[in-house]
């Protein structure tokens, strides 16, 4: 397009005018996410950058248009948390083809290969979290026992890929069975209520609850609780503060960090390398860290 | 001539009887959503005999509680021929500000870092107030502006969406003071969320059955011009419908903090969809009025028990989706058979 | 001032509604203890002058005193309570509620606690109920009420008030006689009681029977006030439509042919029972009754609308089977119903819509799209020959006047020109001149070979239209009678009231 | 006398001005919608002139399309008094299954790994098809069991969402055939999404308006009853109602899958609110019996337009949900004006 053309002249040349980020984030109702824009929004401010945040609501045509948008209003770099990685083609074909830098953060689109010229990925793979768990799991627990997984939202693919490492670390063991499996939509109510359900149908059956994400998670503790239940390893994902703290606290087993603070200064240091005329490595990786009793002082 | 009068005795006879067996399988008709939900009782607890422990029995009504309560607001206004949307949003605001208010001075993460610990009462009324007040904002633009029902509820649903995640930058509110976490406690075996759900169940039928209130509801729904000609302050009385309904959003975010401990700003997402279900299934009918409060009091049951009992026979995450759909489907399909004579 | 004399006094009155003038500057003087009588055509602004009085749509500009007090900027609330109450011409029940819930409606007996004291809403209720002499249980749902009921309700619930003013608009619009008798005693009574009413109806025999003045209105325009024993029909006629009419009942005579319809021994669960008739191709067949006879449901389920249990119904000397609507459509059978509100107009949609809305099939072209400009061609023709007064056909039907509704539900069932056509209480609510131009259009249908089926709780209707008259009681048929010039309204009530019977086999 | 008909001929002048003045007051009260859009149109263009480029404007059309299109089928259902929440469900499942129809014979993924590259027409066929089907069980539901439109599309909602999951055990299909990319491509500057939405408009508009399905649609919303007796044939109507609501899903869904390139199976989730909220800020009331084709589509519009300011203007995301709900309701209220003197 010819005006997108134009803009990003403008842009190039924008020394002394304000640098604008558009920051096309997935979900503002998931707490972890907004970790990340917080941590983007610090680096921005710290750099001078203005950030122009967009919620897509997990839906990944919004997302898509706001990306366009972004680009009409000739935004210097934008930065995406895709909400479908499956259905990022169109985003990429535009941003590049408007010259602008575009830098995926949290979750990967690429899979294994590498992004192309002037895209960028800053973040870790879903499955590892769930790996995490499963394996720290094993350790707590032994190679027996019943476990129930508290699945986020089914549409979401962070709760696909993270139950998928769950159960890619526990089908190694024969004497561990995955009890059930279900959707508490990311929701601590929902979750809080399925694991009532879960210790009346499976009682002390019941060794374990992984849970997609922390909020989940708190919610199965909140149960457990109730029921006198203190025997039943509970773990989250997304490291967030309530959590940190149960964890010090020995009410939550472990949580799994997902670095929100690297994933969303990282984004934007890559940002700021492209514009100032630096090549930044394709892929930054910022790994998973399990957070438990032992290691949980690092966190707070 | 004596011919004639016999016959018309006879007939006067058997009609009776007929009636007699007639008022048996309307009131066994009337009540067909009862009916479906004792069937899916049965069948569950066929299936997983633990069901029917106690214990279970008083989960599936504390489940029940939160979009069993909004469900009674809900009814007001299906009955006066009204929607809802925003009713799980103001769950979550009443319930994100009530946190507030309500942290234990030690939080790490305190709102008000500067405040103390308030006495219990406090987040009380701020949960109560705030819903109250916006559910009238919302009646308030019905009545006045006489803008349909869904955009004004809609347009509130994204609204307190949105401030209430303003309110935290999207963080959860959590520590709160053991008064609050009481709500979500039990009294011997008994839940307090059933107490509190209990309670609302009697506010709310003897507002609908036994005050001017309940009346005006349903003349609203039924013949708004009725209401109006009888000089029914068509107005005022909107604003109180929806005030009531973001009162038991008030309500249920009360008994969502306390459960929960915490309370989030996603809470309650997508809700009101379920409350309205509840509502639905129990047949008040969005024709408007028609309606009872024993009717979402089963409604929101058949929605825990069939939830409660998915999960103790272990079914599937998709299929109990799937499943869930169909039941919800038979079940009205049931109840539907009580409109089956009137042509 | 002319205190004392006159409990009310409208005063150049005026009221606009978008597009249309209803009241262009009237006056009505009402004085105490007086029934006066409101006439005019449909649409004249009766109704609206009501509805400004109690408060329902404020006037444009003019003055109203009351009781010789100016009252401003009040609603019907604050009506109620200084003692205006009205009888509505539209039925507002609320359906789903019971007898006593509609009328108590808005004000409640309560009990010390401030709840509603259920119990003695029914008492309250009974007594209401025995006033208009009406056994009905107070818990009874007015869903389960006939449309007759429904009205006698409404009148019970205008004089529970005990108002000083009562406004009666088409009250007897859906009663037979024997309500209306009922009702003119109880109005005679409140009369007694120095109460004051404001009688509106379409029967000028009603006017002369119970009033003690007229005032005549035409177009938004008041034309005068006469004491009614002043007044003769003719000159009432004249005053309303501005012209004489020289007959009611425009019967064309026509050869009347084979026998088009055969109904025998049909029978509902309740309703009726082993009804037989038959009708003729170019016969209009007009059936009489009391309220509650059974007329409405055996037609409705001759249509299709109501289940029947047992019967044949024979078209052209074959057996048909009709279980709906569509099937009736099929057989060419059309039905005009009773309720005018229940299942008759479309509220929301135009004149034009509700016009076409039985005749969809008739105006689909070739091309399968639909013929706006033929379909509006014919519904302008009916606007005009039976006078629907409307801005234009793009009005929505619920701002028209009862009568004028009315006449666009005729329009719609005479557009479809059907073999049969049913029609049950016609001209309900409908004004003299009009009715006149219906009666005729009636007739031509007849002439050209169509069978017809009309219920009419007026007698001189029946009687002036029909070939030949059934007439039920209690849900049997007592007697089919050739129409003849003898035949008197005395003779006919004695079927309808089942003292006589001309079919001693059944 | 004489002065009598003066001041009749003068009155007559008089109203005859008036008339014209009060309907040219109408058309803009009936139009208020319009006006609200343009308002919209000229505030945001405004505050960031860019909003008026060519490119933008054609985005912001191309943006209104997915819903815009379920808008147009959910016209229908409000028209009849009815409510379709399957919508959005409706496009994942129809969607989902052309893809997986759909997808290069090289993908990675591959649904059907022995299936090569199916020509376009087919996953074409399968959207249309799938959407109509499922829609026609809904009004067959709706028609045959009396059940409220509620319940039965609230049923199909959840059950098509799990099927939808279930299909691909909740992962994307993507890698999809040029041919179905090409749905979401442009033809010079013109979108084709937006091209497919104007055929949608023109084919719904000729059958709300010009065909005898669309009179009965109306005849059926504004009263069932009435609608029986004149002999419209109401339960096929009403399976033709919601048969074209569904296939307005499949439209949409093959739009979605053209723009992105791949669908997941939670795709559209919570577009049934949306859509629905475009047909009733145009004007298309939920008391049945009203509504009007351009109606959804200036709907559709306000929403696009919105979304697409605000990100244009930068508005932060918190904001933006406020600021959306708000203007929904003002949008709505300006439009209310035309009844404004109907109390
Ligand atoms: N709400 C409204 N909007 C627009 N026009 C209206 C409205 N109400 C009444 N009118 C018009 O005002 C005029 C007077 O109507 P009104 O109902 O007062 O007549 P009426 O004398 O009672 O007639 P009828 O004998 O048929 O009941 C009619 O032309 C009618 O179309
Ligand atoms: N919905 C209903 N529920 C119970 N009973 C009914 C119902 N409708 C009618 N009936 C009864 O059926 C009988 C006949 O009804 P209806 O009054 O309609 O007869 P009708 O001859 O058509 O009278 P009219 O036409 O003068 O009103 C009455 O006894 C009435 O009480
Ligand atoms: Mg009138
Ligand atoms: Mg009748």
């Keep these: 397009g010819d005006t997108a053309g134009e803009d990003t002249g403008d842009a190039g040349d924008a020394g002394d005018e304000a640098v604008t980020i558009g920051f096309a984030t997935c979900n503002m109702n998931d707490t972890f996410q907004t970790y990340i824009v917080d941590a983007a929004t610090a680096k921005a401010t710290e750099l001078g950058y203005t950030l122009d945040v967009q919620d897509a609501q997990e839906d990944v045509v919004k997302q898509q248009d706001q990306v366009n948008a972004m680009i009409s209003q000739g935004v210097d770099a934008i930065v995406v948390v895709p909400v479908d990685t499956s259905a990022m083609g169109p985003i990429t074909d535009a941003v590049t083809e408007a010259g602008i830098p575009l830098v995926y953060v949290n979750r990967n689109p690429f899979g294994t290969d590498t992004p192309p010229e002037g895209v960028y990925y800053v973040g870790s793979q879903e499955i590892v979290a769930g790996r995490l768990q499963g394996e720290y799991l094993i350790e707590l627990m032994g190679e027996e026992g019943g476990v129930g997984i508290l699945m986020g939202l089914l549409t979401n693919e962070g709760a696909v890929k993270r139950t998928e490492g769950n159960e890619e670390i526990l089908s190694q063991y024969e004497g561990i069975e995955i009890l059930a499996k279900e959707a508490g939509d990311w929701q601590y109510d929902k979750a809080m209520a399925i694991t009532e359900n879960w210790i009346t149908a499976y009682g002390d059956d019941l060794n374990a609850v992984l849970a997609n994400n922390d909020g989940m998670a708190i919610g199965a503790t909140q149960a457990l609780d109730a029921a006198g239940r203190d025997d039943v390893i509970v773990m989250g994902v997304d490291a967030i503060p309530d959590a940190v703290n149960m964890v010090a606290e020995g009410t939550l087993d472990a949580t799994v960090l997902q670095d929100a603070d690297g994933q969303g200064s990282g984004g934007i240091e890559v940002v700021s390398k492209v514009l100032s005329g630096d090549t930044p490595e394709p892929i930054t990786w910022i790994d998973f860290v399990l957070v438990t009793p032992e290691n949980v002082a690092d966190f707070q | 001539m004596a011919e004639d009068t016999k016959k018309i005795k006879d007939n006067k006879e058997k009609s009776e009887r007929d009636e007699k067996i007639e008022r048996y399988i309307e009131l066994l008709k009337k009540y067909g959503i009862i009916v479906a939900l004792i069937l899916l009782v049965v069948v569950i607890s066929v299936a997983e005999p633990k069901f029917l422990s106690p214990k279970n029995l008083f989960n599936v009504l504390a489940q029940s509680a939160i979009y069993g309560i909004m469900a009674l607001g809900l009814t007001f206004v299906i009955i006066s021929k009204g929607i809802d949307l925003s009713v799980g949003s103001l769950l979550a605001f009443a319930g994100i500000v009530a946190a507030s208010l309500g942290q234990v001075s030690t939080a790490t993460t305190k709102y008000f870092p500067s405040l103390g610990e308030l006495p219990v009462l406090v987040p009380i009324l701020a949960a109560l107030i705030i819903g109250a007040l916006l559910g009238a904002v919302n009646g308030g633009l019905i009545a006045f502006t006489g803008i349909p ?33 009481f709500l979500g406690d039990k009294i011997g075996p008994i839940p307090i969320p059933v107490i509190i759900y209990g309670l609302m169940i009697f506010i709310t039928w003897i507002l609908l059955n036994h005050t001017s209130f309940g009346k005006n509801i349903y003349a609203i729904g039924g013949n708004i011009k009725a209401a109006e000609v009888s000089g029914v302050n068509v107005k005022k009385n909107l604003v109180m419908i929806y005030a009531f309904a973001g009162l038991t959003c008030g309500v249920a975010a009360l008994v969502f903090a306390g459960r929960v401990g915490s309370v989030h700003p996603g809470a309650a997402l997508g809700y009101e969809l379920t409350a309205i279900a509840a509502t639905t299934i129990g047949g008040t009918s969005h024709t408007g009025g028609i309606g009872t409060v024993w009717g979402a009091v089963v409604g929101a049951l058949i929605l825990s028990v069939l939830r409660n009992g998915l999960t103790l026979l272990g079914v599937q995450a998709y299929w109990q989706q799937i499943v869930e759909g169909v039941i919800i489907i038979v079940a009205v399909i049931i109840d539907m058979r009580k409109n089956a004579k009137k042509k | 001032m002319t205190e004392n004399k006159n409990i009310l006094e409208m005063k150049d009155i005026v009221k606009t509604f978008p597009g249309v003038k209803a009241l262009k500057g009237v006056d009505l003087n009402i004085g105490y203890g007086e029934i006066h009588a409101v006439m005019g055509e449909n649409g004249a602004g009766k109704s609206t002058l009501m509805k400004c009085l109690i408060g329902i749509h404020p006037q444009t500009s003019g003055q109203i005193y009351f009781e010789g007090k100016l009252i401003e900027n009040y609603n019907t609330a604050e009506a109620l309570k200084i003692g205006i109450s009205m009888i509505h011409q539209e039925l507002n029940p609320v359906e789903f509620r019971s007898i006593a819930e509609n009328i108590w409606l808005g004000r409640e007996p309560k009990t010390k606690l401030g709840l509603v004291d259920h119990k003695k809403m029914y008492e309250m209720t009974k007594e209401v109920l025995k006033k208009i002499d009406l056994n009905e249980d107070p818990k009874k749902l007015m869903v389960d009420l006939t449309v007759a009921k429904m009205q006698m309700i409404e009148i019970a619930k205008a004089i529970s008030y005990n108002a000083k003013l009562i406004i009666m608009d088409e009250p007897t619009s859906a009663l037979t006689n024997k309500e209306i008798k009922q009702l003119f005693s109880i109005m005679r009574k409140l009369k007694e009681e120095g109460k004051s009413i404001i009688y509106i109806s379409h029967k000028l ?302």
């Design chain 2, 149 to 181: 029902a869904f955009i004004a509820t809609l347009g509130m649903m994204t609204i307190a969406r949105g401030f209430t995640l303003m309110y935290t930058g999207g963080k959860p509110v959590s520590q709160l003071i053991p008064g609050i976490k």
């Design chain 3, 205 to 506: 025999d009603e006017i002369f029977e119970i009033s003690d003045k007229v005032s005549v209105y035409r177009d938004g325009k008041y034309i005068g006030t006469e004491d009614t024993d002043k007044m003769d029909t003719a000159k009432l006629i004249k005053m309303m439509v501005g012209r004489d009419i020289d007959e009611m009942f425009p019967k064309v005579e026509c050869p009347i042919g084979d026998i088009k319809l055969e109904v025998s021994k049909l029978s509902d669960r309740s309703h009726f029972k082993n009804v037989s008739f038959n009708v003729r191709k170019g016969e209009i067949l007009g059936v009489a009754g009391l309220v509650g006879a059974g007329r409405t449901e055996v037609i409705e389920t001759l249509f299709g609308l109501r289940t029947r249990m047992s019967g044949q119904v024979k078209i052209d000397g074959k057996e048909v089977m009709i279980n709906s609507p569509q099937d009736a459509k099929v057989n060419k059978i059309a039905l005009l119903t009773e309720d005018r509100r229940l299942n008759g107009i479309f509220p929301m949609l135009t004149v034009f819509q509700n016009a076409f809305m039985a005749n969809i099939d008739k105006y689909v072209k070739k091309s399968k799209l639909f013929d706006h400009k033929k379909a509006t061609e014919d519904v302008n023709k009916f606007v005009d020959i039976i006078k629907i007064k409307t801005p234009n056909i793009y009005q929505k039907i619920e701002n028209l006047s009862g009568g004028n509704q009315q006449k666009v539900l005729v329009a719609r069932w005479l557009m479809t020109e059907p073999e049969i056509l049913i029609l049950d209480e016609p001209t309900r609510g409908i004004d003299v001149g009009a009715k006149a131009e219906i009666h005729r259009l009636i007739s031509t249908l007849a002439g050209q070979g169509k069978s017809i089926i009309m219920i009419s709780s007026e007698l001189p209707e029946i009687m002036g239209m029909s070939d030949r008259i059934m007439v039920m009681h209690e849900g049997k048929v007592t007697g089919i009678i050739d129409n003849h010039k003898d035949l008197t309204q005395e003779e006919l009530m004695l079927y309808a009231t089942g003292q006589a019977t001309s079919l001693p086999n059944n």
